[in-house]
């Protein structure tokens, strides 16, 4: 049983572009997560999805940031015109369905972004 | 504002002792503690968990104590193996609202 997946695992990009990270839930979660980790600090949570759905954004930053998590196909976290603030390692976790366990979250290996 | 707090950085403890690492709370809405283990350019791994409705639970080598008067919860780990060097992470949440929010971690290191 594969677990969670995350694509790319290093993405380096200049200021001012985009960055696209891609996560695949465990099979059979149906809840996705991203935190992002800086420095030296704890995972800070940006945002949570079911399927088509987000369902708490309270710790995405207003702005540049979105997330989705479609149908068919993995969450995608997109940054708009990234800075070097926004250099840092972003997790994906996913859990099974409420009522199954939900709390435990299962992280993914990470994509640590950096910017130039 | 730190809700969740890891009071300390770093621990060393010789093989086969005990390591126990404490973690701190203040929102007293938390009602799920877990802790999680994670090593360098790796995701966290689940480890353990707890419910405010209990005050201790034990897998394996690992047993996680829960003192809600206090907002305090300790992982011990016994006995202490290398393979448990690594950065571990206490994290709480809210039932019901499913983020969890995470203290700053502490790197645990087993010498030989």
């Known amino acids: 049983n594969a677990g969670v997946m995350q694509n790319p695992r290093h993405l380096v990009r200049r200021r001012g572009q985009e960055a696209r990270l891609r996560c695949s839930p465990m099979?059979?979660?149906?809840?996705v997560y991203w935190y992002r980790q800086l420095p030296e600090e704890g995972l800070k949570f940006m945002v949570y999805?079911?399927?088509?759905?987000?369902?708490?954004e309270s710790g995405m930053p207003k702005e540049r940031f979105s997330a989705e998590f479609p149908k068919e196909g993995p969450s995608i976290l997109r940054i708009q015109q990234v800075v070097r603030g926004d250099s840092a390692a972003y997790f994906c976790?996913?859990?099974?369905?409420?009522?199954?366990?939900?709390?435990?979250?299962?992280f993914g290996p990470g994509t640590r972004l950096t910017v130039t | 504002d730190q809700q969740v707090k890891q009071n300390s950085p770093s621990l060393s403890v010789q093989e086969g002792r005990i390591s126990i690492l404490n973690c701190d709370y203040t929102n007293s809405m938390f009602d799920y503690f877990l802790w999680y283990k994670k090593y360098p350019a790796e995701g966290p791994t689940f480890l353990i968990s707890i419910s405010s409705i209990k005050d201790k639970n034990e897998d394996g080598r690992f047993t996680v104590f829960l003192n809600k008067s206090a907002k305090h919860l300790s992982l011990h780990i016994v006995p202490s193996q290398p393979g448990d060097s690594a950065v571990y992470f206490c994290?709480?949440?809210?039932?019901?609202?499913?983020?969890?929010?995470f203290g700053t971690g502490t790197r645990l290191t087993i010498i030989p």
């Open positions: 976790a996913s859990s099974p369905p409420k009522g199954s366990r939900s709390y435990e979250q299962y």
């Open positions: 994290a709480a949440s809210v039932s019901g609202n499913e983020k969890l929010t």
């Open positions: 999805l079911q399927k088509e759905n987000i369902i708490d």
């Open positions: 099979k059979g979660h149906s809840h």
